[in-house]
């Protein structure tokens, strides 16, 4: 009975207070652990983005004026949910609503106002790009009307200067006609000229050696040096050459290079040479001919080519004596001809 009637012991207030404060500082301690997990990784979301993005946002203007116009209300909300929590309960809520909608409604104008900037911007830049097309296409008419008129002015002067060309040239085609009438034939080339001489370093063109006293070899045979040079200002091309002895003399020894053709006289050599240039001097040639005892005999040059003034060259007559000094002779008239 006693037991029934006994007083209910009361739970014990101090085990009842611990309790729940173990609880509410471990839940505050897991709170502040992922709040901080949370602010890391924001921050390290926000470091990797803004690496790429934020160099481009800051200077971009729309971006921090809609930016400074939003500050307003996130501050309204700041100052409605941290100075009234010693307001009481009925004025806190109008404390929050008046103090948002402040903040909202200053961000508002804020951000009506930066609109109304950029349609202005906007129409002031549209303005001045129709002004400066304006002005473009005037500047451009006015350019297009003075290069009109200058090629109106270069058609005129070029009409001009054609009809001056034309006379000009007229003018030009009658003098030369008749400059060209005055001219004559050009005038032909000059004849190649050979003259032979007995060899003699001191024989030319204008002076050659056709009168020497050789000294018969030991079987009295008579050797005779000759040469020829081209006494002209042309070349001399395919030439031909013919040395003639008297009738009573004969060759020992053909002159270097020359032939004995057939069906010509016994007394006749013939060789061809290719061309001689001007003023220059052939080679020295040299026979040995056998000549009657007499004080002296003659020997004859003959010469042809494709550009000489005759068909055949006068001959040209060579004295040789034996005697010690030279004695002047005319032509053999031994010499055939």
């Known amino acids: ?19 729940p404060k173990a609880d ?16 890391i990784l ?5 470091v990797h983005f803004s690496r790429r993005w934020f160099p481009t946002i800051w200077d971009d203007l729309h971006f921090v004026n809609f930016i400074v116009a939003a500050i307003p209300t996130v501050l309204s909300i700041l100052f409605a949910f941290v100075i009234d929590k010693d307001l009481e309960s009925h004025m806190r809520i109008r404390w929050r609503i008046s103090i948002v909608g402040v903040g909202m409604l200053y961000s508002l104008f804020l951000w009506h106002q930066q609109d109304l900037t950029d349609r202005e ?6 303005s001045a790009i129709g002004t400066a097309v304006t002005q473009a296409n005037a500047h451009s008419d006015k350019k297009l009307g003075e290069v009109q008129k200058q090629v109106i002015g270069l058609g005129s002067s070029l009409s001009q200067t054609q009809q001056s060309l034309q006379s000009q040239i007229g003018k030009t085609e ?21 003259v032979f001489s007995l060899w003699d370093i001191a024989a030319s063109a204008d002076h050659p050696v056709l009168l020497k006293a050789v000294h018969p070899d030991k079987d009295g045979n008579f050797p005779i040096e000759f040469s020829f040079i081209n006494a002209s200002e042309s070349t001399a091309d395919q030439i031909d050459v013919w040395v003639d002895l008297c009738n009573s003399c004969s060759f020992v020894k053909d002159p270097d290079g020359f032939e004995h053709p057939t069906g010509i006289d ?37 010469y042809t080519c494709k550009n000489c003034a005759r068909k055949i060259g006068d001959r040209q007559i060579a004295t040789i004596t034996e005697e010690l000094g030279p004695t002047a002779g005319g032509p053999d008239p031994t010499i055939p001809k």
């Open 1 to 19: 009975m006693d037991d029934e009637h006994s007083p209910e012991v009361l739970p014990d207030h101090k085990n009842q207070s611990e309790i």
């Open 24 to 39: 509410k500082g471990h839940r505050r301690l897991v709170r502040r652990i992922l709040v901080g997990a949370i602010f």
């Open 42 to 46: 924001m921050v390290r979301v926000v």
């Open 121 to 126: 911007n906007a129409k002031q830049t549209a």
């Open 174 to 194: 009658t003098d030369l006609n008749t400059s060209i009438g005055k001219v004559g034939k050009p005038e032909p080339p000059v004849p190649a000229k050979l």
């Open 266 to 302: 016994d007394h006749v050599r013939h060789r061809s040479f290719g061309s001689l240039n001007p003023d220059v001097v052939f080679q020295k040639i040299t026979m040995i001919v056998k000549a009657p005892v007499s004080s002296s005999f003659q020997v004859g040059f003959r």
